[in-house]
C-alpha cells in the first residue's frame, strides 16, 4: 500500500498553511447518518493473530488486518493537547515515524515556533515511542512574532532532514545575523546547516529583514538533501539578495542547495542565464524536483521578451527545453500559455498544458494536455504526447489548479478532470481514447473540492503509484475508482441512509508530497466519519475508517465506543501504519484526557505492565483516600465509556504517579506555580 492521508470526512480547515481548529473544530463533518442497513461488510475478528493478546487486552480485535494501538505521543505533553491538525501532521514513508505540534513545551523542548508552535518527531522503538522536539532555540533576545519567526517547511520522507525558515539561530555562525535565513536540519542530531549562506564577497546588494519572506520552496528530494528555492526580486527594503555572483541581478532566480553546495539551477540549455531570471515551475509543490534530487523544472523567458517557458534542470547535463514546439515546420518560436501541472518522481515524464497547438495533432481551440518524455536524446528527438484534444485543459491557478489529477509512477496512467463538463477521464498509453470515470464531476467554482496536484493545497485526489487505484472527494463524499474492473465506488455512503453524510476538503500542506495520504497502493483508503457506517461505530460520534478496494470491506480503525470523536491525521505509504488524533484513552498507559497522536498499525501494540496496588502512608490509608482495586487509574467514565471513577485524596493531598504508583501526596503552594507552568518550566 502507498499513499494515504487526508481525504477523510471529517477535516481541518481549507486554506491556511497554519490554520489550528482544534480536534472538535476539526471534525467538521460527515453530518447524521440513518442505519447503515446491508451496507459494505464490516471487519470481524482476525484469527491466529501473532499480537492477538495485545489486542485482546486493547479491546481492539474489531480493527481489521491484525492491527493495534500504539500511543505515539509521550504521556508527559505538558498538561495539555496536541495540535490536532492532519495539515501540521506527518508521517514517515515507512510509518516509523511522525510528526506533529504542541503550543506547550515538553520533554527536551528548547524553543518556540510561529505562533508559539513547536514541533515534535516521535520514532518508533522495540518497547515504544519515543519523542524527541525538533524545533530549534531561538534567538533569545527576539520576539517570537510575524517575520522573527521559526518555522519548519518540509520534512525528508523518514523525517531524519528538515527545511527551515527562521531568524538568525545562534546555534548556527554563518548564517545572516539578526535577518532571515533558510536553514537544514538534521531531526536525529540536532545539527543546523546554512543554506542561504551568499557566496559574494562583499554583498551587491544587502540583504533585508524580508529577504526571504515570500521565498518558494518547491523543490525537495526525498531524503532531504537536495532542495531548490527562489529569493524574491524585491522586498520591501530593496533588491532581493543575490546568493552567487552568476546570479542575474535584481531578479528572481533559482537556486539548488546539494548537501551543502549551492548552485545557480535556473540556466538555458546553451549554459546561459535568462535576463530576467527564473523561477520555480509552480510555488509550493514537492513534485517539481525528482525523488533523487537530479532533475528539477523550471521556468524562464529564454530572451527576455518572449513568454516564459518549461526548463528541466538536470545534475551534469545543459537544461531541456520541455515545452519546445514539435510541428512539422519546424518553427520553434516560444508559445505562450505554457503551465506546469506535475512529473513523476523519476523525473523522466513532465506533464503541462498549452493553450496553443506544440504538435500537428492538437486541432481543438484552447488548452490541451502534455506529456513531456526524457529519452536518449532529448534534445534532439521527439518528446511530446498530446493526452488531450478538446480545449479543456484548463490551469486556473488562482482558485481550483488544473488539468492532472495523478498519474502512475511510470508515468503510463494518467487522471485527468477537463473543464467545461469534460468530466474525470483515464489515459492510458497504448490505448486510444480516454476511458470515463464519472462523466458527472464538473470543476467546482470554489476551491473546496479539486483534485489537481498543481494546486498548493494538495487536492482531494489520490492516485496510486501503479496507477490502478483513484481515491478523490465528490459532492462531500469518498470515491474510490479500480482500473482494473472499471468499476466506480462510493465508500462513505451508508447504505440505505436517508440523510448521507458529507465529506469536508482539507487545507493540507502541498510541498509535503501532496499530504496527508489517505489512498494506499493496493485500494485501501482511509477517512473519517460521523456517521455509524459499521454496527461496532455506536458512540455517534467522528470515528476513523479504512476501505479495502479489493475486498470491499470497511472497517474501524478507532474504537467506536466512548464520547470522545477521532481523527484521520496521516497514513505510511504502505498503509500499515494509520495515524489518528483522539482523546479516548486506546491503551493503558494513556492515562489523561487530552488528545493523543496514536498509530493503528499492522502487527503493531507493546506489552504494557499490569497495574499494581498503591500503597498508602498516614491519612492515605483512610478508607476515602485510597485507590480500590477495582478502580482504574486512567480516565473517568465520562471520558473512557464506563471506565470507574477513582477515589478522591484527602484535603491538602493530590496525587501523582512516579515509577508506575499512584500516591496522594501534600499539595504545596507556591506564589509562582502557575507562571511556571505558562513559560513552560
Not at 518556540?112 to 514541533?119: A, E, F, K, L, S
Amino acid at each position: 500500500m502507498t499513499k494515504a492521508g487526508c481525504g477523510f470526512a471529517t477535516v481541518v480547515g481549507a486554506s491556511g498553511r497554519r490554520r489550528n481548529l482544534g480536534l472538535m473544530g476539526v471534525v467538521l463533518a460527515l453530518s447524521v447518518a440513518a442505519a447503515i442497513g446491508s451496507g459494505a461488510p464490516s471487519a470481524a475478528a482476525d484469527e491466529a493473530c501473532p499480537n492477538e493478546a495485545i489486542r485482546l487486552a486493547q479491546h481492539a480485535t474489531q480493527l481489521p488486518d491484525c492491527r493495534a494501538w500504539e500511543r505515539v505521543s509521550p504521556a508527559d505533553k505538558g498538561d495539555g493537547d496536541l495540535i490536532a491538525e492532519s495539515e501540521s501532521t506527518m508521517a514517515s514513508a515507512d510509518g516509523d515515524a511522525a510528526a506533529f505540534e504542541s503550543r506547550l513545551l515538553f520533554g527536551d523542548a528548547i524553543g518556540g515556533g510561529t505562533v508559539g508552535r513547536v514541533t515534535y518527531v516521535a520514532r518508533r522503538g522495540a518497547g515504544g515511542w519515543s519523542t524527541h522536539s525538533v524545533t530549534p532555540l531561538p534567538k533569545p533576545e527576539t520576539v517570537q512574532v510575524l517575520f522573527a519567526s521559526n518555522r519548519i517547511e518540509m520534512f525528508s520522507e523518514d523525517l531524519a532532514n528538515a527545511f527551515l525558515w527562521a531568524y538568525d539561530l545562534p546555534a548556527v555562525t554563518d548564517d545572516a545575523p539578526n535577518l532571515e535565513n533558510l536553514y537544514a536540519e538534521n531531526t536525529v542530531t540536532d545539527q543546523l546547516r546554512t543554506i542561504s549562506k551568499s557566496q559574494q564577497d562583499p554583498l551587491e546588494a544587502p540583504q533585508s529583514l524580508f529577504a526571504f519572506l515570500n521565498t518558494s520552496f518547491s523543490g525537495f528530494s526525498d531524503d532531504g538533501k537536495h532542495i531548490a528555492f527562489t529569493v524574491p526580486a524585491v522586498t520591501p527594503f530593496g533588491p532581493g539578495p543575490r546568493l552567487l555572483p552568476d546570479a542575474a541581478p535584481e531578479v528572481e532566480n533559482v537556486y539548488k542547495w546539494d548537501d551543502g553546495v549551492l548552485s545557480l539551477a535556473g540556466k538555458l540549455p546553451n549554459g546561459e542565464v535568462p535576463p530576467t531570471g527564473s523561477t520555480m515551475a509552480y510555488e509550493n509543490i514537492k513534485g517539481t524536483m525528482s525523488a533523487d534530487g537530479s532533475r528539477l523544472v523550471f521556468s524562464a523567458s529564454p530572451d527576455g521578451g518572449a513568454t516564459s517557458q518549461l526548463y528541466l534542470h538536470v545534475d551534469g547535463k545543459p537544461s531541456i527545453w520541455i515545452s519546445e514546439p514539435e510541428l512539422e515546420s519546424n518553427d520553434k518560436t516560444p508559445l505562450s500559455g505554457i503551465r506546469f501541472e506535475g512529473m513523476t518522481p523519476d523525473g523522466k515524464n513532465v506533464f503541462f498544458s498549452s493553450e496553443q497547438p506544440l504538435v500537428d495533432g492538437d486541432t481543438a481551440e484552447g488548452p490541451d494536455e502534455y506529456r513531456f518524455t526524457y529519452g536518449s536524446d532529448p534534445a534532439h528527438e521527439g518528446n511530446l504526447t498530446l493526452l488531450t484534444n478538446d480545449g479543456r485543459a484548463r490551469n486556473d491557478r488562482s482558485s481550483v489548479g488544473g488539468t492532472l489529477v495523478g498519474m502512475s509512477d511510470d508515468g503510463k496512467r494518467v487522471y485527468l478532470h477537463e473543464a467545461g463538463g469534460g468530466g474525470l477521464n483515464l489515459w492510458e498509453e497504448d490505448e486510444p481514447g480516454l476511458t470515463t470515470i464519472d462523466p458527472s464531476f464538473s470543476r467546482p467554482g470554489a476551491a473546496a473540492e479539486w483534485l489537481t496536484l498543481v494546486a498548493s493545497n494538495p487536492g482531494s485526489g489520490r492516485v496510486s503509484p501503479d496507477g490502478n487505484w483513484l481515491a478523490y472527494i465528490k459532492n462531500g463524499q469518498m470515491y474510490v475508482y479500480d482500473r482494473r474492473s472499471r468499476s466506480l465506488t462510493c465508500v462513505s455512503c451508508p447504505a440505505g441512509a436517508s440523510v448521507v453524510p458529507t465529506i469536508t476538503e482539507t487545507g493540507g500542506r502541498g510541498y509535503q508530497d501532496f499530504r496527508p495520504r489517505f489512498l494506499a497502493n493496493d485500494g485501501k483508503v482511509f477517512f473519517t466519519s460521523t456517521g455509524s457506517l459499521v454496527p461496532e461505530d455506536t458512540n455517534g460520534v467522528a470515528d476513523v475508517y479504512a476501505y479495502d478496494g479489493q475486498t470491499g470491506q470497511l472497517s474501524l480503525l478507532s474504537s467506536g465506543t466512548g464520547s470522545d470523536p477521532a481523527m484521520f491525521a496521516d497514513a505510511s505509504r504502505s498503509g500499515d501504519d494509520v495515524f489518528i488524533f483522539t482523546r479516548h484513552q486506546l491503551v493503558k498507559s494513556d492515562r489523561d484526557n487530552y488528545v493523543d497522536l496514536y498509530d493503528v498499525r499492522v502487527g503493531g501494540g507493546f506489552e504494557e505492565p499490569e497495574e499494581q496496588s498503591v500503597p498508602c502512608r498516614g491519612e492515605a490509608c483512610r478508607a476515602d483516600a485510597g485507590v480500590s482495586p477495582g478502580d482504574s487509574a486512567f480516565g473517568t467514565g465520562a471520558a473512557t465509556g464506563g471506565n470507574p471513577r477513582q477515589a478522591r485524596c484527602p484535603k491538602g493531598r493530590h496525587k501523582v504517579r512516579r515509577k508506575g504508583k499512584v500516591r496522594c501526596v501534600r499539595t504545596h503552594h507556591h506564589r509562582h506555580a502557575k507562571h511556571n507552568r505558562r513559560a513552560g518550566r
